[in-house]
């Protein structure tokens, strides 16, 4: 199984980025889809998760929406009114559950993660 994400790079506070996932390896439709960030000298914390249905950390709704396309097998991740808090790497990963999880222990594929550097 592969994850490969992209689309990070440099954003101004205020705007927009979309991380991009593309999976390989895996009947992507039975997985739930996740997005997790990681700041540097802090635990690896919750973004985004979808199957059938999202799911989104607190902070994050109405900023952030995950969407997939499993005709592509891909999973996206639009980020928009960004703040110098949301700078970290993000990573996708895949979870064989029913339901979108949370939790970083039921993801059993990560990708390597993009940055995501915001300026102020």
């Known amino acids: 199984v592969q994850l490969q994400a992209s689309g990070g790079g440099l954003v101004q506070a205020g705007g927009s980025s979309r991380l991009s996932c593309a999976a390989s390896?895996?009947?992507?439709?039975?997985?739930?889809m996740g997005w997790f960030r990681q700041a540097p000298g802090k635990e690896r914390e919750f973004v985004a998760a979808i199957k059938w249905s999202t799911r989104y950390a607190d902070s994050m709704k109405g900023r952030f929406t995950i969407s997939r396309d499993n005709a592509k097998n891909m999973v996206y991740l639009q980020m928009s009114s960004l703040k110098p808090e949301d700078a970290a790497v993000y990573y996708c990963a895949a979870a064989n559950t029913v339901l979108p999880s949370t939790s970083t222990h039921q993801y059993r594929y990560w990708g390597q993660g993009t940055l995501v550097t915001v300026s102020s």
């Open positions: 390896g895996l009947t992507f439709s039975d997985y739930n």
